[in-house]
């Protein structure tokens, strides 16, 4: 974990109290295993009149369905991996462009982003439109309060009924609304702080970016804490719904420009999205980390690294590009990928074109600590 610099001395305590809240009653008693996982070669079952195009959406529901979103279509997939429905997320005049993001809430409605219409949608479960946040194909900046900027993944809190979006592919920040009217809230940038437009970082300079650089992934946490993916800085941050900084960590080092030799294990773009183990204290962080084509393992604790698993590649169990990332009732993993168009596959030691599609990890009973 990387403790920012500027942290004063009441981030501290919250830092100590989110520890100790992400404990819980459970991991007093015995710690949690980290979990493993095994991909499953037979889901989903595909009708035969249907293809995949890139997965950019993914998300579960309550009754452990998965939806997918892949060509503007949002699928909806039973346990087993059958289709129970699909219907068109593109608008009554076929123009919401890229529709990108996936999460189910609390009251079953189908929350998306069309990204390069600069929209947020609000769909009931059988796709009805229903909510229109932003209008379309304008945009104002990362202060704007009523325009989007390519909004990208979507989070919605069950309590308050208040959508966290993290606006990222042009903006730079977390944007929040209400669910049920659309109304603006509040937003923050990295850090807790206001973003920044103009901002640019020191290419010579160690310290982490003082903006968001694509965030892509969110998430909340049953505790209060909301998870972002800051995909183009390779890190995670966390912060309270209010947008008060908690903690961040880097996932893997910046790569220096692509006029001077790779640094060992370093990365462009990293933290893609992110969920969370089951059991009731969501003890793990679990990130698609789309530029290394593997889901990383955190602690959520402390954000440090217990384990990842996966790989490039074009078989079950590999990933190309995992782009987004949704755990179900169960604790199994569900990977929406994104490969576009070439991964080298570790097994040809060559490249090769990775096929879009949606994988399942079932948990393995033995190490989920439930």
Known sequence: MIAPKQLASG????LLLFGAACAGPEAAEAPLAVPTFQADAN???????????????????SRGHVWTSSRSVIAEWDPDGNMVQSWSARGPDENWSVVHGLFLDHNDFVWTNARESN???????????VLTIGRFDETGGSNDTELMGRPAEIWVDPVDNEVFVADGYSNRRVIVFDGESGEYLRHWGAYGEMPDDEYRPDPASSEPSRQLRTPHG????????IYVADRANNRIQ?????????????LRPMCPPRSEPPTPGCARAAAFSVGFSADEAQTYLYVADGGSHVIVVLRRSDLEKVDEFAGPGTGTGQLGRPHNLTVDPQG???????AG???VDAAAGDSVQAGFRAQ???????GTGR
Request: proline share 4%; hydrophobic share 50%; aromatic share 12%.
């Open 341 to 343: 168009p070439w991964i």
């Open 11 to 14: 981030s501290a305590v919250i």
């Open 360 to 366: 399942k990890f079932t948990l393995d009973d033995a």
């Open 43 to 61: 889901w989903p079952i595909l009708p035969a009149d249907f293809e995949w195009g890139q997965v950019i959406g993914i998300a579960a529901d």
């Open 238 to 250: 966390v912060f309270l719904q209010g947008g008060e900084f908690v903690m961040e960590n880097v």
């Open 218 to 225: 969110i998430a909340g946490s049953r505790d209060g804490h």
């Open 332 to 338: 199994n993993i569900f990977v929406a990928e994104a």
């Open 119 to 129: 929209l947020t949608l609000k769909f009931t479960r059988e796709g009805e439109h």
